[in-house]
């Protein structure tokens, strides 16, 4: 799915918004929120497809929004509330890189100590890398991958967590280790298996448990989502990356959980947010010192060294587990994440004491950006631009450029082409290194293509004309994808598969055994 209109925009006015937003400041009383931000939520969920959005501002410690808007699931009248789980995907990364700070801070683990002194059998492609890289490496997405590299093998998947980190030795680095930034989810699974490690045997999920959600109060957070879908109040996850909107499968992350598989609500959010804006304390109690957290918002990584052209911010910096940047003078803090159907953020800014958590169930849309930006205007004396009517307007014309390529796939095969060798010419297993077998039968007039280590998961392949095929995964997230077989004669040598840019951008190859 395409995000890439999150970053940029085009000026939109509000009037009366406008007006509105003209005399706010910085005080705990904040006119936008009182006056204008239920209508604007509710236009802007309209606008953008948003079954359900659930919110929650904290000022000065004390929390002055926290509320749900539109349903649960789609057609039904169960409306989102405060309580209504979501799945929180990258932000639970900050749980992570805070248990790993809190660890380092009472000398059990060293941030800065090679890896290998408690995983003795890490390693990453590189020889020189694998000797120099550090548990802070693990957070700080130092490793020179591209973005989201080697997510089609774990994604979703049934390895189990040290399978995984075994195999990022077979993840080739496309840039320089410490040099080029790209965002790693392997990283966090390997800094999470640092904790049982260092603990004696305490796992990630035992340790987030113990030292955050029970200190805090976080009695609806879960750090496994097996069971997720059969809880009360949970939000539905939908899509419409590839047609209309769509309800789309959970997401099971227990085997990459410290990268991404927490849930929970903006309830639960307010006493994390409160926890981080208070330096470590909640309800007059040290949870967590205050080094430590101040370990996670420090800069390991520089993202990003350039003035936007859209938002008042020079620089962006990624600490562990949590973006840091400038905005109109103050340092802001945050993360977003993004599961199958669910996209959400994170924010807080200290020195306004300031925090916002926005839970959404519509993965193709930038609302939940969009309204973080606009609150951020309103606290920060931003002069006021209607963020989402901005992005809205960035995004149309981005679209009306591009050719659907889903519609454009479907063209190809309503031609009837004929494949230049029988369809049982395609039929075998096929390996990658890194992801592992895959087997392709024939179906009548498809082939299908069966993912053992991805339980459920099939794609169905249609000719089109060449060698390609279209590829049509069972599960929706993956996508609707061409795929291309390398043929020598009537030999059929190779496939190569892409799947969804939310999973990777970069396809897989699949040499036939």
């Known amino acids: 799915m395409n995000f890439s209109f999150l970053r940029t925009g085009l000026v939109a006015s509000g009037l009366l918004l406008g007006v509105m937003a003209q005399a706010q400041n910085t005080s705990t009383t904040n006119q936008f929120v009182t006056d204008s931000l239920d209508s604007y939520i509710r236009r802007g969920m309209r606008q953008w497809q948003v079954p359900g959005l659930a919110i929650v501002v ?38 992570t890189g805070t248990a790993l700070a809190k660890l380092d801070g009472e000398k059990k683990i060293n941030l800065d100590e090679k890896v290998t002194k408690y995983l003795p059998d890490y390693r990453l492609y590189d020889s020189v890398a694998s000797q120099m890289v550090t548990v802070r490496d693990l957070m700080s997405h130092h490793f020179g991958f591209k973005t989201f590299q080697g997510d089609f093998s774990f994604f979703k998947s049934n390895l189990e967590r040290g399978e995984i980190v ?40 035992n340790y987030v448990q113990q030292n955050f959600l029970q200190p805090l109060g976080m009695s609806n957070t879960y750090v496994s989502v097996t069971g997720f879908a059969q809880r009360s109040n949970i939000a539905y996850a939908y899509s419409n ?21 927490m849930a929970s609500n903006v309830t639960d959010l307010g ?25 996670t918002r420090d800069a390991n990584t520089v993202v990003r060294s350039r003035k936007s052209a859209v938002f008042p911010t020079n620089f962006v910096t990624y600490g562990l587990g949590l973006v840091a940047a400038d905005y109109n003078g103050k340092q802001i803090f945050w993360h977003t994440g993004g599961a199958s159907g669910q996209v959400s953020n994170v924010c807080f800014v200290p020195e306004a004491g300031l925090g916002i958590a926005i839970l959404t169930n519509n993965d193709n849309q930038s609302f939940y950006e969009l309204l973080r930006y606009q609150l951020l205007d ?15 307007k960035r995004k149309q014309q981005y679209e009306a450029t591009q050719v659907d390529p889903t519609k454009a796939l479907a063209d190809r095969v309503a031609k009837k082409n004929k494949p230049a060798l029988p369809l049982n010419a395609y039929v075998g297993e096929f390996e990658n290194k890194l992801f592992g077998h895959i087997t392709i039968s024939q179906k009548g007039k498809q082939l299908l293509i069966q993912f053992p280590t991805h339980p459920g998961l099939t794609a169905t392949l249609d000719y089109m004309d060449g060698q390609e095929f279209r590829t049509t995964y069972s599960d929706l997230v993956f996508g609707v994808m061409p795929a291309k077989f390398e043929v020598e004669g009537n030999k059929v040598k190779s496939v190569e598969l892409r799947v969804n840019d939310y999973v990777e951008y970069d396809p897989y190859v699949f040499g036939k055994l």
């Open 166 to 205: 075994r195999r990022m030795r077979l993840m080739k680095p496309g840039g320089q280790f410490r040099r080029e930034y790209g965002y790693s989810n392997s990283g966090f699974v390997a800094a999470g298996e640092v904790i049982p490690a260092a603990t004696g045997g305490t796992s990630w999920e």
């Open 58 to 95: 904290v000022k000065d410690g004390k929390v002055v929004v926290q509320k749900g808007y539109g349903v649960r699931e789609v057609g039904k009248p169960e409306p989102v509330d405060a309580n209504t789980l979501f799945m929180i995907a990258s932000n639970t990364k900050l749980f």
């Open 241 to 261: 990356t590839f047609g209309p909107l769509a309800k789309v499968p959970f997401d099971n992350w227990d085997n990459i959980a410290p990268c991404g598989g």
């Open 271 to 295: 006493k994390w947010l409160r926890f981080q804006l208070d330096s470590g304390r909640y309800e007059g109690r040290q949870v967590v010192p205050w080094a430590a957290l101040r370990e």
């Open 378 to 392: 309103s606290y920060l004396g931003v002069p006021y631009v209607d963020r989402s009517a901005q992005g809205l």
